[in-house]
């Protein structure tokens, strides 16, 4: 039985991660669920799944969990960082699901890679974050990593065998490769009227036609920056230049995303719009296991569509494209600035239309700084926090 550690058990793709290893108890076992602070969440999955370990950020919410949970069923509650890595890092651990949200699940996600786990990886600020010592630290340690976001796992499984297990270094000229097609839904706002964007609110934003996500990663939906830290995570994984990489809405979320290869073939993975299916798949790569999705009625899905991004309806996501061009630098200002703009905007402290102002004002805050190390990058990730938080206060 494989044991699992699950970072950002009480979010989406924690729960759905639950779900799928509850349908093969005999190859799966929970040994530690990591949340932040969602002290009855985590209670209940407990209660659930009877993880060895519970892990809580938030001291308090960890004191309170400890006292919550019934003896008898020997879960140990712990708090900390160093803790926390050695959760992701201990020997009984075969897999991490990297899921929390945000630049916070960087380190422990690192500490995964660096002690060479099979590493299911939800949490693309990693790479957009530190995409070079990731990638070299996967190397170093043997470790294995899987993308779960759809549409990463998308082109994963288009992908010929030989760069499946050659993550982060993959030749695509050379296996005739032309382009990855990176597919998004366009959000809920790809028809509004731009006049009308400024009033939209964090409600509104968060309620996305096809996926049931969290508010973050709704808002970024939204904006399509999502797409944009996509684009620059599918830069790392697969090794691609930006002239391999192209962004296509495709309203239906049906085609996860697409691989062109030279010949002309253009190769796509489809289904509906269930993260459990791509959790199934990095939880039993080579294998193929149940997920409880169903399978794709193509007399229901009716018309597939597809359109050119508009960079003036989502200026997010040409801001992604060219930090991303401009390098780690950037990629790592440009998530800082976006987190702390999409968090003011859910706090309703800014409108909608400013969380790309308030992204691009810190942007232009670029010099030169050496980002040789993880202190390196989390330093300036820290000080553009506060270049965002300036910005705030003007909006």
Request: net charge negative; aromatic share 6%.
């Amino acid at each position: 039985m494989q044991q699992v550690t699950i970072l950002g058990a009480t979010g989406s793709i924690g729960k759905n991660t639950l779900d799928v290893i509850a349908r093969h108890p005999e190859e799966y076992g929970v040994f530690a669920l990591v949340a932040h602070r969602n002290v009855d969440a985590m209670h209940a999955l407990c209660l659930s799944h009877q993880p060895q370990y519970a892990h809580m950020v938030d001291e308090r919410a960890a004191t309170l969990l400890q006292q919550q949970l019934p003896s008898e069923l020997n879960i140990q509650v712990t708090t900390g960082i160093d803790t926390l890595k050695g959760l992701v890092s201990a020997a009984e651990v075969d897999i991490v699901m990297a899921a929390i949200v945000g630049a916070a699940g960087l380190l422990p996600t690192l500490a995964a890679v660096e002690a060479g786990k099979r590493v299911l990886l939800a949490n693309k600020e990693s790479l957009v974050m530190s995409g070079q010592l990731f990638i070299e630290a996967m190397q170093q340690s043997g470790a294995i990593v899987l993308p779960v976001d759809s549409e990463h796992n998308a082109i994963f499984q288009c992908l010929p065998e030989a760069l499946q297990s050659n993550i982060g270094r993959c030749d695509l000229n050379h296996a005739g490769i032309a382009n990855i097609l990176l597919t998004g839904s366009g959000g809920p706002f790809l028809n509004t009227p731009l006049t009308d964007l400024a009033a939209v609110s964090p409600m509104q934003a968060c309620r996305h036609p096809n996926w049931s996500m969290g508010p973050k990663i709704s808002v970024d939906s939204a904006t399509m920056m999502n797409k944009g830290l996509e684009y620059i995570e599918a830069k790392w994984l697969f090794n691609a230049s930006s002239d391999k990489l192209k962004v296509v809405i495709h309203p239906q979320s049906v085609i996860h995303s697409m691989v062109q290869y030279q010949d002309g073939s253009v190769v796509a993975q489809m289904g509906n719009p269930d993260m459990r299916t791509p959790i199934a798949h990095c939880l039993s790569y080579p294998k193929r296991i149940a997920s409880g999705v169903e399978p794709l009625d193509f007399f229901k899905v009716g018309q597939l569509s597809f359109v050119e991004p508009d960079f003036q309806r989502f200026p997010c996501l040409g801001l992604a494209i060219e930090a991303c061009h401009q390098g780690q630098e950037a990629t790592t200002i440009l998530n800082a600035a976006n987190e702390v703009a999409v968090q003011a905007f859910l706090d309703g402290k800014i409108r909608f239309t400013d969380i790309s102002r308030v992204t691009e004002g810190c942007l232009t805050k670029i010099t030169s700084h050496s980002l040789n190390r993880i202190e390196d990058i989390l330093a300036l990730d820290d000080q553009s926090r506060h270049y965002a938080l300036e910005y705030i206060t003007k909006c």
